[in-house]
């Protein structure tokens, strides 16, 4: 790429699709992940880890397809340290203008130990191995060493300068279980660049987990200690307590130039779109007070901050709303108003969606508009998430009608069109509104789940507001996130708790291989 020879370029590798899918309930089928892979080439990303594609024919198939949709990024694969993973990826590449092979391999003690069950010499020889196969099938080859910030420093620089020597440009030292600390972890970068004798020859790269809550702040500790490529996800996605948070490292490298003189690709007005992209995919809500794309992020409610604001924006802003590409919450269309208008505030919001996409969003605009006295751009975000991306879903949402009150029994009448037959429940009991509609869904398409959690939260003010529930439910260990909006809550759940069901179809052909941290 023509940002090598930059000494202060920051690269920018995503790996939402693959670490942040891993994330329980996070699974995407293969137009989402599409969808995510050409807002994140809109966004700048400078590599984007596509998948791991020995995990699935499923996730094989993404990578391909991402592969060949893509034209401006480098499409990576993930691959453990054996042939035939590498192999595997190696062919779901093949298609792609710019590729990468991202092997890797455990080297703390630990992990060879009990993990492995490898003595650290035949670690060193699989290192060797796998990278120079790799660089055999790929130009572009970048190696990994699993739980590095807890490996033995004299046999991490070994095998670094063996993963250099056999050809790879690009060398991870992943805080794979969010172990580290800042000062820590800069001097454990700093220490392998004095003693790593040929380490000129690729770049460090940089993957922290955020099991202390320290993934973005060390992942900017170790562009300190010289790491040119950070490896990150939107909105922090990923599993157990998520990765560092693509959106806070790059507005804290574009406000603090002066403590961090580095630069990145990314175009920052596309982040809030990007970020709520993956939020209605996944099904993880952003948590109001998430930084830099949370709903509070730039809400001033304390006096003493709202008038400093309005003498100063920045008495209390360090950066502008419009910077990360954030629109307030105005007054938008009414019930008279007509596609074209429609399609023109969809367009100003950030969406290009597919003629038959706009048209179901703007019927359901439409009946919203009818129901609520004032609607938002953020009503108008949430009909989008909740409609254009569920098209291809093999169970989908008709009508509802609940009977619910102290004095009971709560029932529900639910119709489902289930792969284009519309079947009906009627009279379906449960212990209050939300069990009977749940009931319902369960006795039109039978399955055996455990619910994991239950939330709504409003989209705007007012008793007139949607509702966006958010479900998570679990099968055989495997869990999926559904999310719903509608101004009826229990609309807005049945919806949710469809979604999390399609979902699910999803996650039952997924079956991934052991080993697939990094």
């Not at 034209?71 to 590449?93: H, S, V």
């Not at 040929?198 to 993934?215: E, F, P, Q, W």
């Not at 170790?222 to 996605?237: D, H, K, Y």
């Not at 289930?418 to 398409?445: E, H, Q, R």
């Amino acid at each position: 790429m023509s940002t090598v020879n930059d000494p202060n370029r920051v690269i920018i590798f995503d790996t939402t699709l693959r670490d942040g899918e891993q994330a329980p309930g996070a699974s995407m089928n293969l137009e989402e992940k599409l969808r995510v892979a050409e807002a994140l080439e809109h966004l700048g990303v400078d590599v984007i880890e596509a998948g791991f594609p020995i995990a699935s024919n499923g996730d094989f198939e993404s990578v391909n397809e991402v592969a060949k949709l893509l034209k401006n990024t480098i499409i990576c694969g993930l691959a453990r340290a054996g042939r035939k993973d590498i192999d595997r990826a190696a062919e779901a590449l093949k298609p792609a203008k710019q590729k990468r092979i991202h092997t890797f391999i455990a080297t703390s003690p630990l992990h060879m130990k009990f993990k492995l069950q490898m003595e650290p010499a035949a670690v060193h020889q699989a290192v060797i191995d796998s990278v120079t196969h790799a660089r055999n099938l790929c130009d572009d080859v970048e190696w990994s060493s699993e739980d590095g910030t807890r490996s033995e420093m004299d046999f991490l620089c070994r095998v670094i300068e063996a993963a250099i020597k056999a050809g790879a440009r690009t060398i991870n030292i992943p805080d794979t279980v969010g172990y580290t600390v800042p000062s820590e972890y800069e001097q454990f970068l700093t220490t392998i660049r004095n003693r790593v004798p040929n380490i000129d020859k690729a770049r460090i790269s940089v993957h922290c987990h955020n099991d202390l809550g320290l993934a973005v702040a060390n992942s900017l500790a170790g562009v300190q200690a010289g790491a040119r490529q950070v490896e990150c996800t939107i909105n922090g996605l990923g599993e157990r307590a998520g990765n560092a948070a693509l959106e806070e490292i790059v507005m804290a490298l574009r406000t603090r130039a002066d403590a961090m003189p580095y630069t990145t690709g990314i175009t920052t007005e596309n982040i809030m779109k990007t970020s709520r992209l993956v939020s209605a995919i996944t099904g993880f809500p952003v948590q109001p007070n998430k930084a830099i794309v949370g709903a509070n992020a730039f809400a001033h409610e304390s006096g003493i901050h709202q008038d400093g604001m309005l003498k100063h924006a920045g008495t209390y802003e360090i950066m502008t709303p419009a910077s990360v590409g954030l629109n307030k919450s105005n007054l938008v269309l009414g019930k008279h108003s007509g596609r074209h208008a429609f399609k023109n505030k969809l367009r100003d919001l950030g969406f290009d969606l597919g003629d038959n996409a706009v048209e179901d969003v703007f019927r359901r605009f439409k009946d919203l508009a009818d129901k609520k006295k004032d609607v938002f751009d953020d009503d108008i975000i949430a009909l989008v998430d909740d409609t254009a991306m569920r098209v291809n879903d093999i169970i989908k949402f008709v009508s509802l009608r609940v009977v619910a009150g102290s004095f009971g029994p709560q029932t529900a009448d639910l119709e489902l069109d289930i792969d284009g037959t519309v079947k009906k429940a009627v009279g379906v009991k449960g212990d209050g509104p939300v069990d009977a509609t749940f009931n319902a869904i369960k006795a039109l398409f039978p399955h055996e789940v455990k619910l994991n959690l239950y939330q709504v939260q409003a989209v705007t003010q007012g008793t007139d507001a949607q509702a966006e529930v958010t479900v998570r439910i679990e099968e055989n260990g495997r869990t999926v996130n559904g999310q719903g909006a509608d101004t009826d809550t229990l609309v807005a759940s049945a919806r949710a708790y469809v979604n999390a069901l399609n979902k699910l179809l999803v996650k039952r052909e997924k079956a991934a291989p052991a080993a697939l941290s990094a």
